[in-house]
């Protein structure tokens, strides 16, 4: 079983910036294997954001995403973070972190993963 514990999100004006926190108590697999975030607005379904994996800390974007979000790891801390500038209105949502064994490749759908944490609420407006 893997626990996740997620922190931080919060009410932040279009433009604004906010961190993000997945902590993987006592996980050190988080170094070898992958964590990523989702997202879920009211009435939509979860979509991926960002994955990181493997050793080497490869990362993964989506589109939307893509020069604004960045994921990052502290590997003595076992927490994956999503650093998150420029926010937009449209990226209000629920955060999800999550983990799968493995790093081979990326995997962006929710299916691929079997651990998820609480979820944490971003809110962008004025």
């Known amino acids: 079983q893997v626990q996740l514990v997620q922190s931080g999100g919060g009410l932040v004006q279009p433009g604004g910036s906010l961190r993000l926190s997945c902590e993987a108590p006592g996980r050190a697999s988080i170094v070898t294997d992958t964590v990523a975030w989702f997202r879920q607005a009211p009435g939509s379904q979860r979509e991926f954001v960002s994955a990181i994996r493997g050793r080497a800390g490869s990362t993964d974007y989506a589109d939307s995403v893509k020069g604004r979000f960045t994921v990052s790891r502290d590997n003595a801390k076992s927490t994956v973070y999503l650093q998150m500038n420029s926010l937009k209105p449209e990226d209000t949502a629920v955060y999800y972190c999550?983990?799968?064994w493995g790093s081979g490749r990326f995997y962006s759908t929710t299916e691929d993963y079997a651990y998820w944490g609480q979820g944490t609420q971003v809110t962008v407006s004025s």
């Open positions: 999550s983990f799968r």
